[in-house]
């Protein structure tokens, strides 16, 4: 059975302190068929991701940023509903621009995944590809790193 990835950028509103959805586009994932853009973040199915955002599925043994803590007290009003009407989640958490651009994306791990890296000493930037990082750039153009943030599960 495979897992799935629920995933939403957010933003601090300056004047009201509430968090709203971004409004940045972000490519689309290869899976997307109409190839349409959207407007999360990291949203493609690879468990060195998942592994790295919240310790889900971790096989290959990356470093993770953060175990998962729960929704955010305060939410914008579309990832309320999100979660609102999905049922069969686990592993939800959200992490700060700030959480994610303060990370040593330098350090290495030994990749315990089986296939072609199985075994082999790499880099967490290395294990999350170019993908993760036009994402993470993208994201940087939203706000300050402490008012940007992702929710998200599994």
Same mark, same amino acid.
């Given at each position: ?83 609102? +009407? ?5 592993? &939800?958490?959200? #992490?700060?621009? !700030?959480?994610?651009? *303060?990370?040593?994306?330098? $350090? %290495? ?8 890296? +199985? ?5 967490? &930037?290395?294990? #999350?590809?170019? !993908?993760?990082?036009? *994402?993470?750039?993208?994201? $940087? %153009? ?13």
């Amino acid at each position: 059975m495979s897992c799935d990835i629920t995933i939403n950028a957010e933003v601090r509103n300056k004047e009201t302190g509430r968090w709203q959805l971004s409004p940045e586009v972000f490519e689309a994932p290869y899976w997307n068929e109409d190839r349409s853009n959207t407007t999360e973040p990291f949203n493609w199915q690879n468990y060195t991701l998942f592994g790295f955002l919240a310790d889900v599925r971790n096989y290959s043994g990356i470093p993770c940023v953060s175990k998962p803590k729960g929704l955010p007290n305060q939410m914008s009003e579309h990832v309320f509903q999100e979660d609102l +009407f999905d049922y069969n989640t686990h592993s &939800k958490s959200w #992490l700060t621009l !700030k959480e994610l651009l *303060d990370f040593d994306y330098e $350090k %290495t791990f030994v990749n315990q995944r089986e296939g072609k890296c +199985f075994g082999k000493t790499q880099s967490v &930037k290395e294990a #999350l590809g170019e !993908k993760f990082f036009r *994402d993470l750039e993208v994201m $940087k %153009t939203l706000g300050v790193p402490e008012d940007v943030r992702i929710v998200v599960w599994f």
